[in-house]
Structure formats: C-alpha cells, structure tokens
C-alpha cells in the first residue's frame, strides 16, 4: 500500500512539470519552430494516450510507469530548445535529441533516453530503435496533433481512425496502430480525453484497477524520483530551462539560488531549510515558462496586456508547485517572491504579515539578481547601485531587517 502511495505521488509531481511543459509549448516561438500548433494539455494528453496503449500491448508495472513519465515529458527537448529555434529546419531531430539528453538524468535514464531520442521515429526511418515506448509516443503524438484537441464526437473519432489506419507501416507501427484500434473502441477513452483533466482518471486507471500491482521494482526507482538527490536534480533541470527561455536571464534561477542559500546560511537556517530554500530559488520563475519569449525579450518598454502576461508567472508558479506536491515552506518562499510589503504585489495582494521570512528573504534574493543582470532596455547595475536601488523599496517591497543583512552578505 505504501509502495502505490510513494508511485501516485511521483506521478503526481511528475505531470505538475510536465504541465509547467505544457505551458510553455504554447509559446509563439515553439510553434514557429515546430510549424504546427502543438496546443494546450499536450504532454499530459500523450501521457494518458500512451500508458493506455502501452497496457493493451502487453507493458505492465515498472515499464508501464516509466512509459507515463516518457509519454509526459516527451517534449521536453522542444523547451530545452528555446534558444535554437530562429527557422531551424532540423528542430524535429533537434528536440528529440536534446530531449534525450535532458532525461537521461532521470533514474532508469536509459530507457527513457531511448524513448524520447525516437518519438518521432516512423516505420520509414533507416534508423530505427526498438524502444517500444518511442512507438507509442510516436503514435499518440500524432494522434493528439490530428484531433487538434477538439472535443470528439463519433466523426472525429471515424476521422482519427481513418487516418491512423491508412498510415500503417508508413507512419505508424503495426502492432501499435492497432492496439489504437482496440482503444478507439472504448467511449470512455475519448470521453476522458474530452474532460481535459487527466491527471486523476490516469491515476484511477494504474493504481485503483489495480494496473499496476508488482511495486517491487517500481519502489527503487519511486524512492529516487521521490527523494533528495533527484528533486534537488529536477529543480536545477527545469531551473535552467526557464534560465535559457529569455536570452537575458541566462543563469537568473541559479544565481537567485546561490543569493537566497547565501543568505539562509547566514541567518543560521539548519540545512534542511536551506536546502528547501535552494530549490524553491530554482523553480521560483517556474510559471515563466508559460511567458511568451517575445514578451520576456521585448526590448522597450511593455504594454498593459504584456505586463499583465508577465504577472501570471507567479500564479502558474504558485499552482504548478503546489500540485507538485512540494512542503508549504517551498511553495510560498518560490511563489510569493513579487508580494509587497504594502499589499500591492501579486498574486495574491497578500498583506505583510502573510508575507513569511523565506518569502521576504526570497524577494531579495529575486531583485538583487535581477538588478545586477543586463534586461533588454537597461544595464546590469553594481552589487552596490542594486543595494541603493532596493533601499527605496525599504517598507513597501523589501523588509528593512533582512536587506540590512543582506548588504553585508551579499556585497
Ligand atoms: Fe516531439
Ligand atoms: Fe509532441
Ligand atoms: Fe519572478
Ligand atoms: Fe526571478
């Protein structure tokens, strides 16, 4: 029992990132990479897809498992990507490939390496893998692309199918195209996928009807996913991922980190909540990813419907954090960090004293970096023009205690 609670939390933390994906595929500069409209909910909808067909061909447990968190993360190199996308034509390759790269960090790294370097593979290809995964994910992409994420009524379904069976050995593997087949032919597939939410359905179908049963391999790699090492791993990935998306915030994420545990050190914090401090600075920006480039790159000044955009980040921060079921102390210290003091930051218009310390201390971090880096309309400003910048926000946006001992640390 306490094996499938630790494998549904790990799904669980595993498609809140793959969501924060989801966010960020729909940036005009991904689309005009990839030319074809990826659109909302992908991962999570290739997700479902693929652990659904994966079970009808015989995957179970472990496999099955891993297949889901291929099927999530599977374009994750078109994110990794964001700086290659200017007309590239070989961004199809590319992502796949980058994609690969980027997951192999993850524990059973080498299955999932496989899956996702071939999940654009075709029957067609010279080069082919064996890796079932990738022929799955390589359907249920294509799948998701063709029913442009409508909602499905039986001619669309007829449609889809059409497609998939006139394609056979050309794009799509046989015995994958036809387990689609088998699946097609259950309403309620299509009706889920009509829901939107599929988080809890995908749950519902792997641990309550008992599809996943034999845990003793899936423990180990569960223990991993879920444990210190690997989060800490998962925060720097999507760190860097949110880093490389503007070409001005090129190590943003990991420089607000060594400022926030500079500062958490200092105060005497015990190494437990420096460390939860050192992540949430990772993902603080997290919801930056659903940002369009253009708007993070503008170079003037930003209109009202672009400051606007900007705002959302720490809302989709706040959500994407919470699902992923971090502790309370992780998701506020990351979520909270554009709150004021005089209760006009956002999202949530929170008054000083919801504001915690960590969050304070976080906002600190947050601005000092931000003021010693170059932005498209300004200069990066000295450590010491930063600390004058921030003593006019002194009441309202910064606490007076902590930027006082921030000065003496962080000069
Ligand atoms: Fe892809
Ligand atoms: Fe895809
Ligand atoms: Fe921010
Ligand atoms: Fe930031």
Redesign the pocket.
Known sequence: MESIRNAEQVVRRVWSFSKALDLALIDEEVRKGFEIDVGYRHGERVGYMSVRLGYILGMRDRDLFLLLIAGLM??IG?VGGFAEYHGNPRLMTL??EIGAKIIKNFPCGDILEEALKF??QTPCDTDQSESLMAKIISLA?KVDIIMGRHMTNYKDRARTLNHVNGLVNTEFYPEVAQAFVKLAGEEAFWLYLNEGELLEPTLEFLFRRKIIQDCSELDGTCNIMYGDHFTDQLAEIFGHLIDQKSAFTGRHSRSVAEAAVALAEGLGWNSKDVRDMRLAAFLHDLGKLAVPRKVLDKPGALDEEEIQTIRTHTYYTYNLLSAADFSENIVKWGAYHHERLDGRGYPFRLQADDICTGARLMTIADIFTALTEARPYRDASSKEKAIRIMEKGVGSSVDRELLGFAKRILI
Do not use: E
Request: proline share 0%.
């Open positions: 599977h374009d078109a992502h796949s999940h654009h992409d």
